[in-house]
């Protein structure tokens, strides 16, 4: 059984494609390989006899359609995506042309594949989406899957317009669509750009650790393992229409978890202790959402999903990771901006 994974090249694609071959499928990656994404994420699996990687970018409307028909996948997985909320802020028209007009191509492409060749009533195309497109929490309530949408950074807009267009896929054409909305992922081979591997690479080249506002921003996190195990159950137990929101609830504030982190750093580069030293107070980012935090219910209660990495346990095995890749990453240290 094949599977058909867009952006694999990224994190949180690299992770899932792994996933998937150790459970026997067959993956064709599709990566445009844009500044985030790395070959050098799949390294491990690079050989194995049931990948395959193929360059491309989904805003490539018919290279994308050659590239399903000649693959013919029994699931599309749709990771590639632009993600980084200070760029699309910076340059919209870089997340939209991606994140929009790319889900469209591939939804279109999808669909003539799966109406001219395929028509496997197993067949599924899986939309991995965000919990920012619902916007910012400031009560104790949580996002469901019947929450309204409303995104308040171009990224969330472009993430919020192709849900709907994946949703209006299925609605229209009957097409067999499902899409989850996740919290924060974290993990290693995270780009650095991230809010977590942000903090440790920079700590570990003793440089500022900036923290936008007064740092009470908060987020849910989830560790990327278990966000790949959803998607799995999702493709492989969930109905074509289905969405299904993927949390991890480990609710931090920025400030905590940046301090967490300095504390992880002091064990394991004790001559460079505190690390929290290095942490300063930034102005804020516009439209900064003040919190994300999502009802995991309906994954657990259809699917029997639940998230199994404890988060002291997943960012433990984070900083590790990354303090074992320090140079890797060195490059990176002083250029990348945002701390979310």
Same mark, same amino acid.
């Given at each position: 059984?094949?599977?058909?994974?867009?952006?694999?090249?990224?994190?949180?694609?690299?992770?899932?494609?792994?996933?998937?071959?150790?459970?026997?499928?067959?993956?064709?990656?599709? $990566?445009?390989?844009?500044?985030?994404?790395?070959?050098?994420? =799949? $390294?491990?699996?690079?050989?194995?006899?049931? *990948?395959?990687?193929?360059?491309?970018?989904?805003?490539?409307?018919?290279?994308?359609?050659?590239?399903?028909?000649?693959?013919?996948?029994?699931?599309?997985?749709?990771?590639?995506?632009?993600?980084?909320?200070?760029?699309?802020?910076?340059?919209?028209?870089?997340?939209?042309?991606?994140?929009?007009?790319?889900? =469209?191509?591939?939804?279109?492409?999808?669909?003539?594949?799966?109406?001219?060749?395929?028509?496997?009533?197993?067949?599924?195309?899986?939309?991995?989406?965000?919990?920012?497109?619902? /916007?910012? =929490?400031?009560?104790?309530?949580?996002?469901?899957?019947? !929450?309204?949408?409303?995104?308040?950074?171009?990224?969330?807009?472009?993430?919020?317009?192709?849900?709907?267009?994946?949703? !209006?896929?299925?609605?229209?054409?009957?097409?067999?669509?499902?899409? !989850?909305?996740?919290?924060?992922?974290?993990?290693?081979?995270?780009?650095?750009?991230?809010?977590?591997?942000?903090?440790?690479?920079?700590?570990?080249?003793?440089?500022? +650790?900036?923290?936008?506002?007064?740092?009470?921003?908060?987020?849910?996190?989830?560790?990327?393992?278990?966000?790949?195990?959803?998607?799995?159950?999702?493709?492989?137990?969930?109905?074509? /229409? !289905?969405?299904?929101?993927?949390?991890?609830?480990?609710?931090?504030?920025?400030?905590?978890?940046?301090?967490?982190?300095?504390?992880?750093?002091?064990?394991?580069?004790?001559?460079?202790?505190?690390?929290?030293?290095? +942490?300063? *107070?930034?102005?804020?980012?516009?439209?900064?959402?003040?919190?994300?935090?999502?009802?995991?219910?309906? +994954?657990?209660?259809?699917?029997?999903?639940?998230?199994?990495?404890?988060?002291?346990?997943? =960012?433990?095995?984070?900083?590790?990771?990354?303090?074992?890749?320090?140079?890797?990453?060195?490059?990176?240290?002083?250029?990348?901006?945002?701390?979310?």
């Amino acid at each position: 059984m094949k599977i058909f994974v867009t952006g694999g090249s990224g994190f949180l694609g690299s992770n899932f494609i792994k996933n998937a071959l150790s459970r026997g499928y067959q993956i064709c990656n599709f $990566d445009a390989l844009t500044y985030a994404a790395s070959l050098g994420n =799949l $390294d491990d699996v690079k050989y194995h006899p049931n *990948y395959l990687f193929l360059k491309g970018d989904v805003r490539d409307k018919d290279f994308v359609e050659g590239a399903i028909f000649m693959h013919q996948p029994i699931s599309i997985v749709h990771f590639a995506a632009e993600s980084h909320v200070d760029n699309s802020i910076e340059c919209p028209t870089i997340v939209y042309d991606t994140n929009v007009i790319g889900t =469209l191509n591939l939804l279109e492409a999808a669909r003539k594949y799966w109406d001219h060749i395929s028509r496997d009533p197993n067949f599924r195309f899986h939309h991995i989406s965000t919990d920012e497109v619902f /916007g910012s =929490l400031k009560t104790q309530e949580f996002f469901t899957e019947n !929450s309204a949408y409303a995104p308040n950074s171009p990224y969330a807009a472009s993430k919020a317009a192709s849900d709907h267009l994946v949703r !209006s896929w299925n609605k229209t054409y009957n097409f067999p669509t499902s899409l !989850s909305n996740c919290s924060n992922n974290f993990g290693p081979y995270q780009f650095p750009e991230k809010f977590i591997p942000k903090v440790i690479v920079r700590a570990l080249h003793n440089m500022s +650790i900036p923290i936008y506002g007064n740092g009470q921003n908060i987020r849910d996190w989830i560790f990327v393992d278990d966000h790949s195990s959803a998607i799995m159950m999702i493709l492989e137990k969930g109905k074509a /229409g !289905s969405r299904y929101n993927i949390g991890g609830n480990n609710e931090r504030t920025n400030i905590e978890l940046a301090f967490a982190i300095c504390e992880l750093l002091d064990t394991e580069r004790p001559d460079r202790a505190p690390h929290n030293k290095l +942490i300063e *107070y930034v102005g804020d980012r516009p439209g900064h959402d003040f919190r994300y935090a999502v009802d995991s219910t309906k +994954i657990r209660e259809e699917l029997g999903w639940f998230a199994k990495t404890s988060f002291n346990c997943g =960012l433990e095995k984070t900083v590790n990771w990354f303090v074992k890749n320090e140079e890797r990453w060195l490059k990176f240290a002083s250029e990348v901006k945002s701390n979310d």
